[in-house]
């Protein structure tokens, strides 16, 4: 299983910027995929989770109302909608999977992905005032 992020880039605060990422030797289906960010200096965080067979999705409480997860299967992708964005969401994005099977949409945990999951390379969004 590979994922590949993209969609990154300069924008405007207040913009709406929506990344992909694209999953490619998916054998998995009830598993949840999803998205963190990482800022300078900070630790990686969680954003938005979906699983892959139910369509169930998870948002962290505070990104709630801005975000929104989606997947296609006929794709193979994963999105994140991200609406009037701020100086402060400048951070690179991971997308990322946790093979655990499961139906049932949950929040993902870092040491989880990185004991049995997959991480995406990370795509580049930077808020301009």
């Known amino acids: 299983v590979q994922l590949q992020a993209s969609g990154g880039g300069l924008v405007q605060a207040g913009d709406s910027r929506t990344l992909s990422c694209i999953v490619s030797?998916?054998?998995?289906?009830?598993?949840?995929m999803g998205w963190f960010r990482q800022a300078p200096g900070k630790e990686r965080e969680f954003l938005a989770s979906?699983?892959?067979?139910?369509?169930?999705?998870y948002l962290a409480d505070s990104k709630e109302h801005r975000l929104t997860i989606s997947r296609d299967p006929a794709k193979n992708t994963m999105y994140l909608q991200m609406k009037s964005l701020e100086p402060e969401d400048t951070a690179v994005y991971y997308c990322a999977v946790d093979l655990t099977p499961t139906r049932f949409a949950r929040p993902l945990l870092v040491g989880e992905i990185n004991k049995n999951g997959r991480w995406g390379q990370g795509t580049q969004v930077t808020v301009s005032s």
């Open positions: 030797g998916r054998t998995f289906s009830a598993a949840n």
């Open positions: 979906i699983n892959w067979e139910s369509n169930g999705s």
